[in-house]
């Protein structure tokens, strides 16, 4: 291998590696750039009770089996207003049942990954039963996830999110560093 060729191979994962690091040096587990995107936002939530077991695989995303992919049953279904056209795909979100202390567990929230798209029903209106309608911020839970932070019966719940960015090693998947590899030579 030449000397080009080598520092390019061994040179390029290192300063990817420092750029994603630099990038993540304050003290905040968030980054400043857009401390608003962090904020507890309004929205509504429902549930789903898969009776089949193949309701539980596939979604919008396309990650296949959750249970097989990780995911298990902390997985969320957004609304159009949401969902950006899915690339709010694999983001991760905390919601807390909030307002009607009758069916919230007080003091819980979870954590779930979007994995799904609620689709309109415009046979309905976005107030009449079109819960993932727009403009409506809205939430379809396992019905496991739920009843972590409500009681069941509640069914709509008023609902408070924020989206949360999760600190990750950065690994540079071995396809990657075969490709500069290739592309070296």
Do not use: Q
């Given at each position: 291998m030449s000397p080009p060729a080598l520092a390019l191979f061994v040179l390029l994962p290192l300063a990817l590696a420092s750029t994603a690091l630099s990038h993540s040096h304050s003290s905040s587990p968030f980054p400043t750039a857009s401390p608003s995107l962090y904020d507890w936002?309004?929205?509504?939530?429902?549930?789903?009770?898969?009776?089949?077991?193949?309701d539980k695989v596939g979604g919008a995303c396309g990650y296949g089996d959750l249970e097989k992919a990780g995911y298990g049953l902390a997985t969320v279904g957004l609304?159009?207003?949401?969902f950006e056209r899915g690339q709010i795909c694999g983001a991760c979100f905390e919601v807390r049942c909030v307002e009607d202390m009758r069916?919230?567990?007080?003091?819980?929230?979870?954590?779930?990954?979007?994995?799904n798209f609620c689709p309109p029903n415009y046979g309905f209106t976005a107030e009449g039963g079109g819960h993932c309608n727009s403009p409506n911020k809205h939430l379809v839970l396992p019905i496991e996830a739920f009843e972590k932070i409500a009681i069941w019966k509640a069914g709509n719940m008023a609902v408070q999110y924020r989206r949360l960015v999760l600190r990750l090693p950065i690994l540079l998947p071995s396809t990657l560093l075969f490709h500069i590899f290739i592309f070296v030579f």
């Open positions: 936002n309004s929205a509504r939530a429902t549930y789903y009770a898969a009776v089949d077991p193949r609304s159009e207003a949401l069916w919230c567990i007080p003091g819980t929230s979870i954590i779930v990954t979007a994995t």
